[in-house]
């Protein structure tokens, strides 16, 4: 289970899945521990854990068209086309493009590289959109948040009729966007509400 | 900037999640009757443990059996576990040749990754930086994190590294750069509540 890539990986990589490894590893670690335990009593005392008694029991009296049985299969089921869906769902992308492509004119010493990659996280873009929109006459308070398609922003304004706010917003933003260098430029959503 | 086990992570919860699908399916159609029919397995009214059990665990190899079962499960739970903590995987000592000399000198890669912060850390807008080196001296592989205030001009930011940090970079260790990665970040303090450098304002006369 090592992994020792001595390379960059890329910047802009899908969700790592690690919450539900996580989970998964400290359940097959419980097992582990479990079994463990329970072997090394047997080897030491001579007889098996009284804890064992219980379910030793039940299983005995199980018949395999017990409910029980079809209900941990069910279970069953259901762990496993979750723990599938977790790997096999892509997930949003971590972080947007950035076009470096014209940024050095023909005169400048850029050093040749074989693999660039320029990014901004969404995170980034989503503070780039909510300090440009802070800056627009209007606005009280902003909050925003980014995907790699789609900017969205909440807004606060003093004024009782926003009237175009709302599209000045938009156009602000997509232009800083734009300026950026964003490839593609993400759609840009804003949500203006009057403050009572 | 860091590597994380998403592969890994990916090919085991794929495996795992197979197995578990199959044993809850297997599990489901022996209750009902139908794996019977199919493969001639144990009728659904029979009991789910044929013999005795206490018989099956009463000679001395049983619970070294299980000892080494549970350690082989626990040690690979671990090791996943273990395997989520993110890793920078720096580049070791860098070792620069000279053509046709014995003699070599041994470089740090992270004296390197400190000059580029600094060279950075003085371009206009840049608030912070961390770079990372890894590859060898003759095919290094560059990895920057570039944090910059919300008003920054971030195409000028990418040119100034372009034509400096990274020429200087590839200039001092004379081989091209294998890899480049720059990762952009604004920084959480906006920049109205600082020191603001450059008015976007209209003046009336």
Redesign the interface.
Known sequence: MSRHERRSPRLRHRPSRAVPALIAGILLLAVGVALVWLAISRLVNGTWPALRQGPRDWLAALAWNDPAVQQIGIAAIVAGGILLLCAILPGGFSALTIDDSGTTGAGDEVPPVQEQETVMTRRAVARLAKARCLQIDGVDTAAATATTRRVRLSVKTYLHEPGDLGTRITDAVRARLEETGLSPVPQVTATVRSRD | ?R????????????V?????????????L????ALQALFNT????????AGD?SAL?APQWV??I??I????????????????IP?K?R?GAYRLHDDGSKEFTVCDPSVLAAAVENRINTLPGVVTSAA?L??TARAP???LKVTVN??AD???L??RI??SA??EL??ALEA?????????????R???TGTVVRS?GTVVH
């Open positions: 900037m590597q994380t086990a998403g592969t890994l992570n990916r090919i085991w919860l794929s795992l999640g197979i197995l578990v699908l199959a044993a809850g399916t297997a599990l489901l022996q209750a009902n009757g144990a009728p659904a009214w029979k009991s789910v443990v059990l665990f619970p070294a299980i000892v079962i549970g350690v082989i499960i626990g040690a690979l739970g671990l090791l996943w576990i273990i395997a989520q890793r995987n580049a990372l890894r590859g592989d560059l990895t919300d008003r971030v195409r000028d990418i040119h372009q034509t990274l020429p590839s200039g091209p750069l294998q890899r480049s990665r720059l990762q952009i970040e604004i920084s959480g906006s920049q109205s976007t």
